[in-house]
């Protein structure tokens, strides 16, 4: 009996609990119901509705602070029937004004007894803003002079403003930047280039709120951040240069298209990249080709093709590098050579004689080539093209890059002969930003930066720099000055078109046949050329891609001189002296 009291006690708090929880549970329901009553009371009184409002999408500028991409304001015109005065006022101003028909204006306002008007009757969307200027100043006119239902009245028009992408260089590195579509507000995004690949940076955060059906009761909507801006590390005068080369390239010898890439070697920014053809933003979708013939809409990275002789430089580097071969290594060219069985022929199909290495790639020798490639062997020569990250996406930041996987030995498809092929840069697909990426390298001391288009975010008001990376370094420093000197002795020794008057240059041609389904045609090529400079201390690196030149097949004929032309444009908007004002300069910087 001693434990009852301490029984009954507990059995009394137990209740008191209960009650408590009971009361309070109560209380949330209460509160809860009457919140649900007021939104309720408020919803239909006022016809409330929750949107989403979408910040204003970021700007997108060059590295000089050029705008390449921002927006402008336009209007959507509607009629809210429920306020209308003067239904032919309205009908004759939209006709006059929005370039409407009267008559259907008219009619969907007032309607007929069988079929009644929409609350909502829509007229026009992207309206500018002098139309809805004009707009708001008669209906302010007619309003303060209304009498009755016979004087003129615009009440009942209403419009609301909502922004759309612009791009005031039009056609200007559209390849790189993409566009936005703008067609389904809830669902815009992004496409290609630049806009698809910092589509969420750009985009910002949309908020939902709550709004009034009634457009006579809408208030100012809350100010919500903007996406971040973006600056690119293009420059606009060499991009629209770079146009300007590559039409006229591309009209000159015929091509089907041309590919003009830019890059610094030491930060691997791009500095431009045009392409052919290219479009008008801002109508993106009278470009129809892109879609409907599958147009590769950035061939410098959308596209792969078989890059020929240029890739000798990468096989050149690392054979050097391995230490197989020196700049001076003799070879005699019998004009041919037997790989697996197959044999293989100079470009012209001649014997070349004793040569040295800066002789094979002067003269750009298949069976020399292949000849380096077997002394290095299959598993020296493909770790090292692993190295320059063929086989590889550069990863640069834009949308739609493509690939191609490269065969080594060990995959089903591969065979002894594809070393020789391979070592001249056949038999294997690349884009350009793929050979640009690697061959910066040799003109980089042997350090391959990441590729990439922007330089800076904006955002709060804040910048932030990108930082430049290196992803690799295939060879070593002392190969890459080796493999540059021989390359700037090959042009200068043959007097190349890609020669630029006071500006020492290293550079390679490449000529390379088009695979068909029935092997290789000798009727169509891909002409390319990359070359670099100053040699003395390399500020760019420009890749050339002509596809199937007509004027004439060889890289040599017709890409080398739109690297030359390139190159002479260049030195002028990068303020870059020539080597003897440099060398002068750099003699007094250094007395000092």
């Known amino acids: 009996m001693k434990n009852e009291p301490f029984g009954r006690g507990k059995f009394i708090m137990i209740v008191f609990l209960i009650m408590a ?19 309720g009371e ?26 390449l991409a921002g927006n402008i304001e336009v209007y959507e015109v509607n009629v ?35 079929n009644p008007p929409k609350t909502t009757v829509f007229l026009k969307s992207y309206v500018s803003a002098e139309t809805i200027s004009i707009l708001a100043e008669r209906k302010n006119q007619y309003d303060e002079a209304y009498k009755d239902a016979s004087s003129p009245s615009l009440r009942g028009l209403i419009w609301s403003p909502y922004l759309i992408r612009s791009y005031p260089e039009k056609s200007l590195a559209s390849n790189l930047l993409g566009f936005y579509s703008f067609r389904d507000m809830e669902k815009g995004r992004g496409y290609f280039g630049v806009e698809e690949k910092y589509n969420d940076l750009l985009s ?34 060499i991009q629209a240069m770079a146009e300007r080369v590559a039409d006229k390239a591309m009209e000159e010898t015929g091509s089907a298209s041309a590919t003009i890439l830019i890059s610094d070697p030491k930060t691997g920014e791009i500095l431009a990249m045009a392409n052919t053809p290219r479009m008008d933003l801002n109508k993106y979708w009278e470009a129809g080709n892109i879609f409907v013939d599958r147009t590769p809409f ?26 197989v071969v020196t700049p001076t290594t003799p070879f005699l060219d ?111 001391d042997g350090k391959m930066m990441a590729p990439h288009v922007l330089r800076a975010v904006i955002d709060d008001d804040r910048q932030y720099n990108n930082t430049p990376q290196v992803v690799g370094t295939p060879i070593s420093a002392e190969t890459a000055r080796q493999v540059t000197e021989m390359l700037a002795t090959s042009l200068e020794q043959e007097a190349s078109s890609a020669l630029v008057p006071g500006y020492r240059v290293a550079g390679k041609t490449g000529t390379a046949e088009i695979p068909t389904p029935y092997g290789y045609t000798s009727d169509a090529t891909n002409a390319s050329f990359v070359g670099w400079g100053p040699v003395s201390d390399p500020r760019f690196v420009v890749y050339i891609w002509l596809e199937k030149p007509q004027s004439d097949i060889w890289g040599s004929i017709v890409a080398a001189p739109v690297f030359s032309e390139v190159v002479q444009n260049l030195v002028v ?15 007094g910087q250094a007395g000092q």
């Open 298 to 323: 950035n061939r410098a990275i959308g596209e792969t093709y078989e890059p020929g002789s240029v890739f000798k430089v990468l096989t050149m580097a690392s054979a050097i590098d391995a230490g």
């Open 80 to 114: 809210d029937t429920r306020y209308v005065r003067n239904a032919d006022t309205i009908a004759s101003v939209a006709a006059s004004l929005l370039d409407l028909d009267y008559d259907k204006v008219y009619f969907s306002i007032t309607g007929t007894e069988e």
């Open 21 to 39: 929880i009971t009361i309070v549970g109560r209380m949330v329901v209460i509160q809860n119901s009457a919140a649900a009553v007021t939104i």
């Open 573 to 587: 908007l990068m303020n870059l002296p020539p080597d003897d004002i440099r060398q002068e300069l750099a003699v």
């Open 334 to 444: 019998t004009g041919v050579i037997n790989v697996g069985g197959v044999n293989f022929t100079n470009w012209d199909g001649g014997a070349w004689g004793p040569q040295d290495m800066t002789g094979c790639m002067r003269h750009s020798l298949n069976v020399c080539l292949s000849w380096v490639a077997v002394q290095m062997g299959p598993s020296k020569f493909y770790e090292y093209m692993d190295r320059f990250g063929i086989g590889h996406r550069t990863n640069v930041d834009l949308g739609g890059e493509v690939l191609w996987p490269l065969s080594i030995p060990g995959d089903e498809n591969w065979y002894l002969p594809n070393l020789a092929t391979n070592s001249f840069g056949q038999g294997l697909a690349v884009t350009p930003m793929q050979m640009i990426m690697a061959i910066s390298a040799v003109a980089n």
């Open 204 to 237: 910002g955060t949309p908020q939902t709120v709550l709004v009034p059906r009634d457009p006579y009761e809408v208030e100012n909507l809350p100010d919500i951040p903007p996406g971040a801006s973006l600056i690119l590390t293009l420059d606009r005068e």
């Open 42 to 67: 408020i919803g239909e009184a006022n016809s409330y509705e929750l949107r989403k409002i979408l910040p204003e999408r970021g700007s997108i500028y060059d590295r000089w602070g050029h705008m």
